[in-house]
């Protein structure tokens, strides 16, 4: 038995080497491990009690939290200041935290910096994480949840 296919024409994806591993390596070596005690972190949560449970969890172990109610919020005050991590809620009025998360990374794209964001998202249904990694978000948490279980996200980025 012989089966044979028509393929007509193989296309190849031309990929662009942006830069060379070398910079890459480099770039990454020139990233300063910090200490929790000194990362500035923005959190957008417009859940007046989430954002209390979370500044509970954080603030004796970081030295900064700026908060944001919505993503709209968080897209100006990401853009006014430095943060070392975004912690982002994904349903927010205004702006949802993907599209927040969207907007982060594009502008990030015409500056050469990253910062590391985490979803924390009520909806831990299959496809959310696909959801949250497309718009650039770095990895994700769902509510509720255990104070040492961010704590360890978070260290894992600084």
Request: proline letters at 4%; aromatic letters at 4%.
């Amino acid at each position: 038995l012989t089966i044979t296919l028509p393929f007509t024409k193989v296309v190849r994806e031309t990929r662009h080497q942006i830069a060379s591993p070398k910079i890459e390596e480099l770039i990454q070596k020139e990233k300063v491990h910090k200490e929790l005690k000194d990362i500035k972190i923005l959190l957008a949560e417009d859940n007046l009690i989430n954002q209390k449970i979370t500044h509970l969890t954080l603030k004796p172990l970081v030295s900064s939290i700026d908060t944001a109610s919505n993503g709209k919020e968080a897209l100006d005050k990401f853009g006014t200041a430095t943060y070392d991590i975004i912690l982002m809620d994904i349903q927010m009025p205004v702006m949802s935290g993907l599209v927040a998360a969207e907007k982060i990374r594009a502008l990030e794209a015409s500056t050469n910096t990253h910062v590391p964001i985490i979803a924390i998202t009520a909806n831990a249904m299959i496809g959310d994480k696909e959801k949250c990694m497309s718009a650039g978000i770095d990895d994700y948490i769902s509510k509720p949840f255990q104070p040492s279980a961010l704590i360890e996200k978070i260290k894992k980025f600084i």
